[in-house]
Structures are given as C-alpha cells and as structure tokens.
C-alpha cells in the first residue's frame, strides 16, 4: 500500500475496506476529509465495510431510496402500485397525475377502470332492484338488489385483493376489456 493510499483511507475514518483497481487509487488520493457520498473509491468499499453501513447506504447514512423520494415525486412503483389499488378511483387518480413511470401509472388507470366499472354494474344492479320492487315482485328485488350487491361487492374486494398482489410484484396483469384502455392511458 503506497503513503496516499494510507492517508486517503485515514481521511475516510477507516470506516471501508482497501478498493482494487487503479480507479480506486486515483479518486481515494483527491478525497478529503469533507467529501461525501459519490467516488468511485467509496463504491468497491461500501459493501466489504467494517460492518458500519448497510449496502444501498452512503457514507452519510442516507438511503438510496430516501435520496430518489427527495430528488423527485416518483414513489417506489411497488408501494404506488399498491396505493392505487387499494383506495380504488380516488388512490388511483393521484397516482396516476403524480407519477411518471408508465408501468404505475398503467395499474392507476386500470385500478380507476375497476371502480368505476363495479361502481356502474352496481346501480345497474339497484335501478333492477327497484323497478322489480315497483311492480310487485318483491322476491326478484330482494335477489337482485340484496344477493346481487353483495355478490358483486365480494367480487369486487377479491378483485382487489388480487391485483394489489400483481402490482406489488410489479407484474403486467392486463384485465381483459380494461387492462387495454389502461395501456391506452398510461401511453404504451
């Protein structure tokens, strides 16, 4: 180990184990005491530490994660993905007009095509309810408006369920008529 190479890893508090290679020896000689997060030294050394920092960290302790959510509004398409499909049109809505990354803003529309589609095949399902009701056929009502709700709220939720699955695993799951108007929205 040559005297630069010495006094470079002093300056770093001892806090990294040695970098190979001649790129490591050049940028670890220019560093002082009071740089910080992004060298090329620093980047062989992160993860062969002194156990202090975790992989995916900087010297300082910030996380790669925190630094992409301060730089911009871009959520984690995992946790966007999620939120979309769980507060249904509204989640979707937001998520969709916030971020840019066109496979969450795919599950954003599709999550708004899903509530508003059971939306709509549920007052269906009441104006049924009641005109069955008006006309004296009180057992058709009672089937269609109560049964027929609850089933579709059933499905519905299961519905959910499953696609909050699909797009936390960041999986493309197209459903069969909406997932193409979703494509169509996000702008594949």
């Keep these: 180990m040559t005297e630069g190479q010495s006094s470079g890893s002093q300056e770093q508090s001892g806090s990294e184990g040695s970098s190979t290679g001649g790129e490591g020896q050049s940028s670890e000689q220019s560093q002082t005491s009071s740089s910080s997060a992004s060298g090329e030294g620093q980047s062989g050394g992160q993860s062969q530490g002194s156990g202090e920092q975790s992989q995916g960290q900087s010297p300082d302790g910030v996380r790669e994660s925190q630094v992409q959510a301060q730089a911009g509004s871009d959520l984690e398409p995992k946790v966007a993905n999620l939120l979309a499909y769980i507060f249904g049109a509204l989640g979707g809505l ?3 007009l916030t971020q840019r990354n066109r496979e969450v803003r795919f599950h954003a529309a599709q999550s708004i095509m899903i509530t508003i589609a059971f939306v709509a095949v549920a007052i269906v399902l009441n104006i049924l309810a009641g005109i069955f009701g008006a006309i004296g056929i009180g057992v058709l009502a009672v089937l269609i408006g109560f049964l027929g709700s609850a089933v579709l709220w059933l499905a519905g939720l299961a ?8 797009g936390y695993n960041e999986e493309h799951y197209k459903l069969p008529v909406i997932g193409d108007l979703a494509e169509t929205w996000a702008g594949k």
């Excluded at 519905?159 to 699909?166: F, Q, R, S, T, Y």
């Design 94 to 96: 937001i998520v969709y």
């Design 159 to 166: 519905l959910v369920i499953v696609m909050c699955i699909k």
